[in-house]
Structure formats: structure tokens, C-alpha cells
């Protein structure tokens, strides 16, 4: 039986984290609201009621203010050593992975996309049902060549 997502992305988590130089942090997506001013109130029939409430976006965020549709459940970056015209010079690499259970998971449309647009800019992403497939795409990783 497979396990269950969340305790999978913690493996995944810990297991890519592990490799040098890489950070990484968990992005929870959505929208909330927030209180604006004053104390929330819950009635009678278990709703809160939030004083000047206001909606704020979870994780990453457009100028809009809403989310980011289909962003990875684990974001940050690999700290790599650029050759040869940086030689000795480091930059981070920015890195995407959606964390899928073992067996059985879907990878949405708009899932894919974001891991797509992370790649065609430079970056590391991709998705991973186990640490090993995570390790991988940050390990294999290779900069696409300038056009």
C-alpha cells in the first residue's frame, strides 16, 4: 500500500534537501482570508466573522494578489558553481518539485505547466512520487544551452 502523499513529500523533502547546496521549502497554495483590524468573531452557527477580513493568496502570489495557479509543493534553489565565463562565481538555481504518492498520483495541467515554464528558463523541476526520483532531477540537472 502506498503511502500517503503528505508523509511522501516529507521523504521527498528531506531526501533532495540533503543533497549540497540545496534549500528547499514547502509552498502551500491557496487563498485565506485575514482579519483587517479588530477581533474575529464566531456565530452562532460556527462561521468566523473577520472585521475588515481581506483575502491574502498562500505561497506564491501574482501582482493580483491571487496565487499562483499549479506552483510546486517544494521551491527553493541548488547553489551551483557556473563555468567557464563565471568561473568560480555562484548563483542559485531556482528548483520546483511537485510531490506525487508513490503509486497513483495525477499531475494536473496546470501542474505541469509551471513545472514546464521553470525548465525552459534554467531552472530545476519536476515531478517526484519518491527521494530518488527527486535526487535525480536536481542531481542529472544540466543548464540548456544558449540559443
Known amino acids: ?11 521527498i523533502w528531506l531526501a533532495a534537501a540533503a543533497l549540497a547546496g540545496v ?11 485575514l ?5 474575529p468573531a464566531r456565530m452562532q452557527d460556527g462561521t468566523v466573522l473577520l472585521p475588515g477580513g481581506r483575502p491574502i493568496a ?12 499549479g506552483q510546486s509543493d517544494l521551491i527553493g534553489w541548488h547553489s ?3 563555468t567557464p565565463d563565471m568561473v568560480g562565481c555562484r548563483v542559485a538555481v531556482f ?14 495541467a496546470d501542474q505541469q505547466h509551471f513545472v514546464t515554464q521553470i525548465t525552459n528558463a534554467g531552472g ?15 542531481r542529472d540537472w544540466r543548464p540548456p544551452k544558449a540559443t
Open 1 to 11: 500500500m502506498s503511502r500517503p502523499e503528505s508523509t511522501n513529500q516529507r521523504s
Open 23 to 33: 534549500v528547499l521549502f514547502r509552498c502551500n497554495s491557496g487563498k485565506a482570508w
Open 35 to 39: 482579519s483587517g483590524g479588530g477581533k
Open 58 to 69: 498562500l505561497g506564491l502570489a501574482l501582482a493580483s494578489g491571487d496565487p499562483v495557479v
Open 80 to 82: 551551483v558553481v557556473v
Open 95 to 108: 528548483v520546483g518539485l511537485e510531490c506525487k504518492r508513490e503509486t497513483g498520483g495525477r499531475t494536473s
Open 124 to 138: 530545476i523541476a519536476g515531478v517526484a512520487n519518491t527521494p530518488a526520483v527527486a535526487q535525480a532531477l536536481i
